[in-house]
Nanobody, 121 residues
Framework: QVQLVESGGGLVQPGGSLRLSCAASGSDFSIYAMGWYRQAPGKQRELVADITSGGSTNYAESVKGRFTISRDNAKNTVYLQMNSLKPEDTAVYSC???????????????WGQGTQVTVSS
C-alpha cells in the first residue's frame, strides 16, 4: 500500500510556472514508477509525464519542453515542474504509483486526491 498526497496547485497567469509535489508514504516509494495525470472538465484523464525508479522519463507531446518530472527517493516525493503554462493546461492534476513496461506506463490503484491547476488571466 502507498498513500499519495499532492500539493502546489493554484491559479497562475498564462506563461507562468508552478511546481507540483506528490509525497508518498506507507510503502517502498523507490520501487515504483510514478506518473502525473490530469483531467480537465468534460475530458478524459490523460497521462502527462512518468518517471521510472531509475529516473527515465516520458512526456505527453502536449507538454514536452515545458514540463519536467523528477523524483527524490530520499524524500519519497515526485515533482512536476510546469513552465510556460497555457489555459489548456487547466485541470486537476493527480499523481499515481505504477510501473513502466516496454515503454508504456501502467497505473496501479494508488492515487492522490488531486490538486487544481488553473491557468487564466
Amino acid at each position: 500500500q502507498v498513500q499519495l498526497v499532492e500539493s502546489g496547485g493554484g491559479l497562475v497567469q498564462p506563461g507562468g510556472s508552478l511546481r507540483l509535489s506528490c509525497a508518498a508514504s506507507g510503502s517502498d516509494f523507490s520501487i515504483y514508477a510514478m506518473g502525473w495525470y490530469r483531467q480537465a472538465p468534460g475530458k478524459q484523464r490523460e497521462l502527462v509525464a512518468d518517471i521510472t525508479s531509475g529516473g527515465s522519463t516520458n512526456y505527453a507531446e502536449s507538454v514536452k519542453g515545458r514540463f519536467t518530472i523528477s523524483r527524490d527517493n530520499a524524500k519519497n516525493t515526485v515533482y512536476l515542474q510546469m513552465n510556460s503554462l497555457k489555459p489548456e493546461d487547466t485541470a486537476v492534476y493527480s499523481c499515481n504509483a505504477g510501473t513502466r513496461y516496454s515503454g508504456t506506463y501502467y497505473p496501479y490503484r494508488y492515487w492522490g486526491q488531486g490538486t487544481q491547476v488553473t491557468v487564466s488571466s
